[in-house]
């Protein structure tokens, strides 16, 4: 007797929606939007982190944090030791402090903001990118993207320092910079020395008037800001020999596998196997 049974309506409307979903959750694996939806939110996630760590660094470097009598943290008003009229502090007015804060304050803000919308866009340039494969689109787009989000941020931070430099030189007072840990960070990387001291900036010498003070401290924040540039174009040659240098692997590597590449790979190694194990292993035994 043969089985009459046919599942419920709305059994096979579940089973019918199921196939459907998980097709389309292996169409988008196989066209890659699965990955680079991942990419472009893990970008995306950057950018607001850089959002939030930026106002949270303007906000807490105002004021010192003191524990148990020890100061942990200096914050940019801790540098004043009173504000007491026309009173200065190192040749420093309080008042123009006070100014170099708001002006410190208002540019870090606007610099976070302009990062935020660098790193935006190369998320979304990413998720425009063309894709052939997983490795073909981390190296073919991915990498270049960091590259120039990287190049970007450390230029415009360098240029804010420069900027801070200048204005702090103008007013002979500290300028506030809130971002220093964001600047470090970045320019470590690099080994930049533009900016060494805090969460402020210096633009007076107790020791110079205000005039060498100005010539000297803005010469050196016109040479910043000149920097920022040179480190703006080295990203995009970095960017390009970065390119070309995975292009020329690339090909190697299609060469290498042809016969003529083959044989050439294998007289290679057995050439480098006699240089390296006869003249230089003669040479080095006479050495030493």
Known sequence: ???????????????????????????????????????VFFFKLIS????????????INIFS???????????????????????????MQPFTS???????????????YVIFLFVSKRANQLADSAYEGLIHYMYQSVGPTVIMMFGEALALLVCL????????????????????????????????DFHQGGIWIQGFSEYNTYFESLKSI??????IMAASAFVLAL???IKE?????VSLLIKLVEFSITKNGILILFIGLVLSYVVINGFFAELFEGLF
């Open 161 to 192: 320092v420069g900027i801070l430099s200048l204005v702090a030189a103008v007013l002979s007072s500290l300028v506030y910079f809130p971002l220093n840990d964001f600047y470090m960070a970045f320019a470590g990387v690099l080994d930049t």
């Open 65 to 91: 944090q003191i524990k148990d009598g020890y100061v942990i943290r200096y914050g940019y008003f801790s540098r004043f030791e009173a504000i007491d009229g026309m009173q200065t502090l190192y040749g």
């Open 235 to 237: 990203t995009y040659v």
């Open 1 to 39: 007797m043969e089985n009459q049974y046919s599942p419920p309506e709305n059994v096979k409307n579940f089973k019918q929606n199921l196939d459907g979903k998980v097709e389309g959750v292996l169409q988008k694996i196989d066209d890659g939007n699965i990955f680079k939806t991942i990419i």
């Open 48 to 59: 607001w982190g850089i959002v939030v760590a930026g106002l949270w660094a303007c906000i």
């Open 218 to 223: 803005g010469v050196g924040s016109l040479g």
């Open 98 to 112: 006070i100014i170099g804060f708001i002006i410190g304050l208002v540019l870090c803000l606007a610099t976070i």
């Open 241 to 245: 020999v970065y390119q070309y240098v």
